[in-house]
């Protein structure tokens, strides 16, 4: 069984959709929504949909997309896991394809930055992932080019010797990919078309000063992931 993720906040135009939309790609799936307490009432839209493999965890004291990831992960049933941002920005028709290379790999990871992947969002939104994502790989010395894509599909296996941070924002996955390979689990990517989202706000802001903050946290991060024993 596949057990796929969906952390919200606030994403009540886009939830069910994005459901329905997972439901028609995925066979023998399992949905895990993790909302915390979104104002916009995501979670009551989620509680409508009557379905046996479409679950509802509601955190009202906790928050945070990595902590959220990393619940959903616990208390989900698949043999494989896949995670993904509740937006639209990550289109659900990819997850077979990333679930069927893990015939071959541990880890399949959806990108923007292999052969065949684009990023279609805002010039200055990419131009801060691209040289961000160059940072990373330099630092850690990662062979995986998108290495804050928050879209992936990873046997449950690795969770046994690789855990993931419920710390951060992004960051989360830039370690999350680090530790992998650190621990020579085979990891591919996966090329996607990725856009901006239609409907709500962007999480992390869309002008130069919230991107260079959250570039300056990505930064450090990556610093004491590649340091700190």
Excluded at 54 to 59: C, E, F, H, N
Excluded at 84 to 110: F, G, Q, R, T, W
Excluded at 136 to 146: E, N, S, T, Y
Aim: include cysteine; charged fraction near 30%; hydrophobic fraction near 40%.
């Amino acid at each position: 069984m596949i057990s796929v993720i969906l952390p919200t906040y606030n994403e009540k135009g886009n939830i069910v959709k994005l459901i329905n939309s997972i439901l028609s790609n995925v066979k023998n799936c399992e949905i895990m929504v993790v909302d915390d307490n979104s104002p916009d009432l995501t979670w009551k839209d989620v509680q409508k949909i009557k379905k046996k493999n479409v679950k509802l965890i509601r955190r009202i004291k906790e928050k945070g997309l990595a902590s959220a990831i990393s619940r959903g992960i616990e208390e989900s049933k698949g043999n494989v896991i896949v995670w993904m941002d509740c937006d639209l920005s990550h289109p659900p028709s990819l997850i077979p394809e990333l679930v069927k290379k893990l015939n071959k790999y541990d880890i399949a990871v959806a990108s923007r930055y292999v052969n065949g992947g684009a990023d279609k969002r805002k010039f200055i939104r990419v131009f801060t992932s691209r040289i961000f994502n160059i940072y990373a790989q330099l630092i850690l010395m990662l062979r995986v080019k998108d290495t804050d894509s928050g879209f992936i599909a990873v046997k449950r296996d690795v969770f046994k010797k690789v855990s993931l941070s419920k710390e951060g924002y992004g960051e989360y996955f830039i370690q999350f990919v680090y530790e992998c390979q650190k621990n020579n689990f085979k990891i591919t990517e996966v090329p996607y078309l990725f856009k901006d989202r239609e409907i709500g706000e962007s999480k992390t802001g869309e002008s130069l000063i919230p991107l260079l903050k959250q570039g300056f946290n990505y930064g450090v991060r990556v610093l004491k992931i590649r340091f700190t024993k």
